[in-house]
């Protein structure tokens, strides 16, 4: 076993504590191999937060294509993440196209708007969000019987998670909302950049939770087997985001959304006792 499996689970405990409280109700034996796949994520997701320029960040994604790719081969990089995901590889069949349109979506994240509508915005969510899913449900041992309720829940949950990150990425002057729907409901990305809560912007953010509700709806249609819903179980916040993203009055330039890691841990406990999102 890789010696970088410690490391990368403190890594997505410290980062992307939804994922590693979700990777907990998974079996032991596949836990590490979660983690791997949760480090990738996290490695490419903070791409643009770590570049100043959009070539420096194009590059970088340029290196996970080709190391991802490499694995394929046999080869392996001296990078922690590298060689978590070579045995992870070894042991699941991930398939390479997914890992692709992960990489090719957050070169999304480079441009100041880059959301024309809701449907380019679901796009992304399906490719970034839901394909962790997927490969989360693989890992598991679903194969591909849970594809569709990753969309959907990987959808859900990556929109509540914009909406999060809304106040943080404008002040980087990057716009993680549909520019349709803003300019529909009369405010534009710069109101956003100056950090103008209004009328406008709750209404966008209507429309955004509203959408991420239908998703999570359709999600929880789907029937999922208990020994599977680890993969999709950070979905199960959804509300709790959007009740405290909704409420009337909140100032995302001002308010707090953080939800208390108790409750966070609950709703995902209740989840599996219950055996459904």
Request: hydrophobic content about 50%; overall charge neutral.
């Amino acid at each position: 076993m890789s010696q970088n499996f410690p490391a990368l689970e403190e890594t997505i405990r410290k980062s992307d504590y939804d994922r590693y409280a979700a990777a907990v109700f998974a079996p032991a034996s596949v836990r590490r191999h979660l983690f791997a796949l949760y480090a990738f994520n996290h490695e490419i997701a903070k791409t643009a937060e770590t570049v100043s320029e959009v070539l420096a960040g194009q590059i970088r994604l340029q290196w996970w294509r080709d190391a991802i790719g490499e694995l394929r081969e046999g080869k392996t990089r001296e990078h922690p993440v590298v060689l978590a995901l070579a045995e992870t590889l070894q042991a699941h069949d991930l398939p390479q196209a997914l890992f692709n349109q992960m990489i090719d979506a957050r070169e999304w994240d480079l441009d100041e708007m880059p959301f024309r509508d809701m449907a380019s915005l679901e796009t992304y969510a399906d490719a970034t969000s839901g394909n962790v899913m997927r490969m989360a449900a693989r890992i598991l041992g679903a194969g591909e019987r849970l594809d569709g309720a990753a969309r959907e829940a990987g959808i859900a949950y990556a929109i509540a998670g914009l909406l999060r990150a809304m106040p943080y990425r404008a002040a980087e002057r990057r716009l993680v909302l549909p520019v349709a729907s803003l300019r529909a409901a009369g405010a534009s990305p710069d109101d956003v950049f100056a950090g103008k809560a209004s009328g406008t912007l709750a209404a966008v953010f209507a429309e955004m939770a509203e959408a991420s509700r239908v998703h999570l709806r359709a999600a929880c249609e789907i029937s999922t087997p208990r020994k599977f819903l680890p993969a999709l179980l950070p979905a199960v916040l959804v509300p709790l985001h959007l009740q405290v993203l909704t409420k009337a009055g909140f100032n995302p330039f001002r308010d707090v959304v953080d939800i208390p890691v108790y409750r966070r841990q609950l709703a995902m406990l209740r989840a599996m006792m219950n055996g459904r999102l």
